[in-house]
């Protein structure tokens, strides 16, 4: 099965917004397809990005991290990004508190 078989992306510009709507699986085969359409969405320097997760049926580890790269991507670039559409799940997924882990301490050692 092709990647284009597996997720479809449907770009509309309105003024100042791109919408970028997301229909199927986002995972290592299909990261690439929302990579080159955010791309060209950000290229064309809007204001906001509305990214519509509502038609994902399934999202992986790779498709998070591609999520939150494109968060960085659109930050760097100026534009607001919005999140529609997410699944409840997904949702505490994305925007759980991550706390960087403790610095290593050195092994206690015994006399």
């Known amino acids: 099965m092709r990647a284009e078989d597996l997720l479809q992306t449907h770009t509309l510009w309105h003024r100042d917004t791109v919408h970028l709507r997301l229909n ?6 299909t990261v690439p397809l929302l990579q080159q ?20 049926t399934f999202c992986d580890q790779t498709g998070l991290r591609a999520l939150h790269r494109l968060t960085r991507q659109a930050h760097t670039a100026h534009i607001t990004l919005h ?29």
């Open 24 to 29: 199927g699986e986002l995972d290592l085969a």
């Open 37 to 56: 359409a955010a791309t060209t969405a950000m290229s064309t320097h809007p204001r906001h990005l509305r990214l519509d997760l509502s038609g994902l």
């Open 83 to 111: 999140l529609t559409g997410t699944h409840p799940h997904l949702h505490r997924t994305l925007t759980r508190q991550h706390t960087p882990p403790s610095p290593r301490t050195p092994p206690t050692q015994r006399y």
